[in-house]
Structure formats: C-alpha cells, structure tokens
C-alpha cells in the first residue's frame, strides 16, 4: 500500500470506528492522513499477524522481572571525575564552584541561546535559585546527597512538577498545573539536582522531529536550518548546546536517541520497568521509557542509578530495578557484538556517509577487544510494524475523549496521526501482541549469539526544519523493551551522525560499558 493509495476497506474502516467513537474529522484530515503517509504500513502489519496461529500467547503476559539475563557487573567505587558532572561534582565539594554560580551559569546561557534554539518551554528561574541555595547550605552542612548534589538539570515537558505548567507540547494542556510531581521529579530533587526548566516537545510526543503547531520547531545547535529530531528535541538541544549539564526525555518509539543521535550526545533508553513513568503524560502505555541524555556515558549511569527502581504507583517497574552504578572502565574484551545486515526491509542501513562512521565505531570496538559478529535480523521489520501499531492504537485510545470535544485544538501533524489510529482492526491490538510475542522469542534467540546488537541510530544527519527523523532502527526496542544507546560516531558536512547498541533486558551494564568503551575511542564532540 503506497503513501497516496489506501484501499476503500481500510477507509471504510477508519469512517466508521470514528464514528462509533463520536470523533467528526474534516475531511481534509483523512486526505492528509493519507498524503503523510500514516497508513502506509497498515496492510504490511494486517499481513504479519494474519500469519499468527488465533491461540498464540500475547506478549502483555510476558514477565518482566529482572532474572537471570542480566549479567553481573563489579560496582564502581564513585562517579567518572572525567565526566561533566563528575568534574563540576568535585569542583563543588573543593568549594571551587557553588551550586548558585553553576545556576547562573546555566540561567545565563539559556537567556543567551534559547532565543536561537526554542530548546525550553519554561524556565524555572526563581525556583532553581531556590534549589541551588538549598544545595548550597546542605553541602557547607555536610549533607552530601551525592554527585547530582547542586548540577542543574532540565526535564521534559512531559513531566508533572508540583505548581508549574505541564503542556506536553499542546494547546489543550497549556494551562494545566499539577499539584504532584512525577517520580523521576522526586528522585532528581532528592538526589539534590537543580531543576533549571521543562524543555520543548513535538505536540504530545508523537513525533521523530521537533516539528510543533503551537510553540514552533527546536534549532538544531549544529545548524540552525536543521532539526534536532524528537519528540524530546528541546532536551536534545539544551544539552548539546552546553545550557545545561544533562536532560531527561522519553522515548515511545526513538524520542531520546532520535535527537541524541541528530544534536551529537549520549541519549540512553533504559529497560522497559526500570524508570518510573508515574507523573508523564503518556503517549503508549506499553512503549514509553523515560531516561537520561547527556554528554558522556558516565553521567548516563549516574542519572540512570538517581532515577531507577521500583515505583507502586506505576505498575510498569519492577522490583530488583534498581541500578548500582557499574564499572564502566571494565572494558569489553570478549564481548559478542552483533553488526546488522539485513533488517528485513530489504533497503540501504543508511547514507554512505552514516555507513561509514557507524563501521569507524565498530572498529573502534573492536580494537578495544569485543568480537564482531555480522548478523541479520529480519525481525527488526516486523517489529516496526508492530511498535507503529501498538503506539496508533494506545495513543489513540489515550486521546479519544479530547478528540471527541477539543478536536480542533490539536495541530493539524498530530490530528492526522492520532486519528489514523483509527483505521486498525477490532483484533489489532491483541494481534499485535501476540506478534510481538513471537518477535521476542527470535531476538532472545539472536541474543544467544551476542551479547549487543549495533545498528546505525539514524540512517543520516540531522534534516532541515519542517522535516522529521527515522524510527527504523530505534522503534523496534521499544516494542522489545530492552535497552538502547546512542553515541556519536562521527560528522558529516558538519553535522553529528550516531551508532546504536542495544543489549538484552535489564542487561543495562552491559550497554553502557560498551559505549563507554566507545566513547573513550572517539570522543563526543561539541558544536561550535
């Protein structure tokens, strides 16, 4: 099914479980449903579960308890002094810097270059202030809460913190204040960080790039005419930019490694349970991480050992998620990394460019003493399909008492999206778990044979402004759950290109040693 030739039945479909839904759109909105593209792979995923034996076990039965799979990891003895904030941590406790002169700084560099970028939805300025004091007085008291002590940080704009606006990048959320916080809130303010602002989004996250009806697109600090890649694009930029030391954003389908590979930093997606999701609004239920971007992997650790464990106000964590931060330096001799070939779409991994800087980084790694194992892995197009289902179907049933009253409010990009949600099935969702199922029992089966799976993140740079980035090869660990990294690997005609790992489930060590090992190689570099 080509992007402008949907067949009468799946048309047909879409008219009427909108109907049964109340939703009235114009249509002008199911022609632009159709012109974008967004129900170019429905028939390919109708395709995929029609194959499935009608008693095959869905996936939502699936255990997610940590278990055997994750591989023991000696415990560091205390955070990098190399990283940016392992550096400034030790400043702090030498009383060479204070947490108020580091808010400042960070307040000052945003009044400088937001302008330019459009990275931050709200600056908390008097709040932060407030903060750093706070961590002042506590240090010079000997209440040390540990190395995020007095850093300031920012968070996406996704995330509820108590007496401030949440939008989600929409027009509908745009005045609504919360009066909790959600957990990744609580545990930065308990590890003492400073909480400088709520960074820029593509409208309700649902988008690879920045592109935003209400609050406009996010400059890429790179180049300005180009994008940053989303949905946690003003993250991706703030962070990149040097406004501040590290940002929290989500990722449903890509939206942390999308603009960590486009801006050039580390973006990390944790294990699906180890990050308390209690307090953002959601955009898939069973997609959904939160986790760190960065500019190093060791400040990815550390933020992830902040924000890991157990929540039971968030069914989705699992007790034994906490996460001790590991010996990053142990090195990866012997490690089994598997090389993509073929993906299943039958197409180019990327440009010849990306291709090239993808292979300096597996070289890098493998001088480094891990095993280069070439692989292929068809099931990565399969899962596409199913993690593009799983997000139309959930997200749709998330925003269905708003599409129904509040209709117009949306942009025209995520009207269009949401509401082709529409278009699947009555049996879609429990299909698509029982593929989802069967997807997971191949990889755990490819994962017998390595101990990393690396793809390029991106199949190139950064596009320009009013164009979007790629899920193709960070949606499928969402729908698997397991964790993924982004590293920079290299530029081409000045702009960050970037190397994907993903490891098994809960085996988030094992990710992050391997692209520290990357990163000690090839180091990340920073815009002019």
Not at 172 to 189: H, K, M, N, S
Not at 222 to 233: I, K, L, R, V, Y
């Amino acid at each position: 099914m080509t992007a402008n030739r949907v067949p009468d039945q799946v048309l047909d479909r879409l008219h009427e479980n909108l109907r049964a839904a109340g939703i009235q759109p114009d249509p002008a909105d199911i022609q632009g449903i159709i012109a974008k593209g967004f129900l170019s792979r429905l028939l390919d995923f109708e395709k995929l579960v029609a194959a499935l034996p009608s008693d095959a076990t869905p996936d939502y039965l699936n255990s997610w308890a940590p278990g055997p799979a994750t591989s023991q990891q000696p415990a560091a003895d205390a955070p990098d002094p190399a990283s940016p904030i392992g550096a400034v941590a030790a400043q702090l406790r030498a009383r060479q810097v204070s947490p108020q002169e580091l808010t400042e700084q960070a307040l000052a560099q945003i009044a400088a270059h937001d302008p330019a970028l459009n990275a931050f939805q709200l600056v908390l300025a008097e709040q932060a202030r407030a903060a750093a004091r706070r961590a002042a007085h506590e240090l010079a008291a000997g209440h040390d809460r540990g190395p995020l002590h007095g850093i300031p940080i920012a968070i996406k704009d996704l995330l509820a913190m108590r007496g401030t606006r949440t939008t989600a990048g929409s027009r509908i959320f745009a005045e609504r204040v919360t009066d909790f916080d959600a957990a990744a809130v609580e545990r930065l303010e308990a590890a003492g960080a400073v909480i400088i602002g709520k960074t820029r989004l593509s409208e309700f996250a649902y988008s690879p790039g920045s592109n935003n009806a209400h609050y406009g697109p996010t400059h890429n600090p790179w180049e300005a005419a180009h994008d940053t890649g989303g949905s946690s694009s003003g993250s991706g930029a703030a962070v990149a930019a040097g406004l501040v030391f590290a940002a929290l954003g989500t990722d449903t389908g890509g939206s942390i490694r999308i603009p960590a590979s486009l801006c050039g930093i580390v973006g990390f997606k944790p294990t699906f349970g180890r990050i308390s999701l209690y307090g953002v609004t959601p955009l898939a239920w069973s997609l959904d991480h939160l986790g760190p971007m960065t500019r190093s992997v060791a400040d990815a650790a550390l933020l992830l050992s902040a924000l890991a464990g157990p929540d039971p106000r968030d069914t989705r964590t699992r007790l034994g998620s906490e996460f001790a931060l590991p010996n990053l330096k142990a090195g990866v001799h012997g490690l089994r990394i598997g090389v993509l070939g073929n993906d299943g779409s039958g197409g180019a991994l990327g440009t010849p460019a990306a291709i090239a800087a993808w292979q300096s980084g597996l070289a890098a790694l493998a001088a480094a003493g891990a095993e280069l194992i070439p692989v292929d892995a068809p099931q990565l197009e399969a899962l596409r399909l199913v993690n593009g289902a799983i997000l139309g179907l959930e997200a749709s049933a998330f925003h269905e008492p708003m599409l129904r009253t509040r209709l117009n409010d949306y942009g025209e990009f995520m009207r269009q999206r949401v509401v082709a949600g529409y278009a699947y099935g009555p049996r879609a969702f429990l299909q698509a778990q029982q593929a989802r199922a069967a997807l997971r029992r191949e990889c755990n089966a490819l994962f017998e044979r390595i101990d990393l799976l690396s793809t390029p993140t991106q199949p190139g740079t950064a596009p320009t402004l009013g164009n979007i980035g790629s899920t193709v090869f960070t949606g499928p660990f969402n729908a698997l759950g397991w964790p993924a990294i982004s590293m920079p690997v290299g530029l081409d005609a000045g702009l960050p290109l970037g190397l994907q790992l993903a490891g098994r489930p809960w085996d988030d060590a094992t990710v992050l040693r391997a692209a520290y090992a990357l990163e000690s190689a090839l180091p990340v570099p920073t815009p002019n």
